[in-house]
């Protein structure tokens, strides 16, 4: 994974120290994630290094800042997300299902497959240009209510996302939020795959 310089760094804790919610972007299962794009898109010898992507679900944009490509577009409904992307990045506000691509980008990445029903993922993945390499992530973590399709292990998932031109499938064990009620850190699986469309 890519170090990252001063300014990156001092973005970050800008972010941190001026949004309430900030600092669940840095959460280690959420970094670890994204760190597992940012490796395989660097190192996947099935993939070309790809100079453009859309993310679709950015949040605050650490994944954007995190691949460092030349072209970069965060989608996301929540336009408090996009505010501080728009700082750096391209941005779209809206539903997913709805993006237009106006151009063919070298990758799409979906990392809030469980927050979308499966309706409004279909019509996402149907927009995704042919041949265009896309990655996926999700979870089996049913304790957040946003969570409206967690997928129950590595080929739920696969089968829930029509995922049938796939190059690679992984899943990783994550710590999740704390349980207050047990006192004790909620442990889940996280869903990864790298396929072409």
Known sequence: MANFNKHQLAHW??????HEDGIEAFWPSQINAKAWIADMLEFNTHMPQPHSCV???AWYGVL???????????VDKEAKYLEWCAKKHDVWQGCMSEFEYESD???????????????VYEEW???????????????????VEDHVRPFTDLGDFIQKNACSNYVYADTKPY????NEEEDKANYFNRFMIIGKK
């Open 64 to 74: 954007a800042d995190m691949l460092r490509l030349q072209d970069t577009i965060c």
């Open 125 to 143: 993945f149907r927009r995704i240009p042919k041949e265009t390499f896309y990655i996926l992530q999700g979870n089996n973590d049913t304790t």
């Open 13 to 18: 804790m800008e972010l941190v120290r001026t």
């Open 105 to 119: 980008p070298d990758v799409v990445i979906n990392t809030v497959t469980e927050h979308i029903n499966q309706e």
């Open 55 to 57: 993310i679709f679900g």
């Open 175 to 178: 710590e999740g939020s704390w």
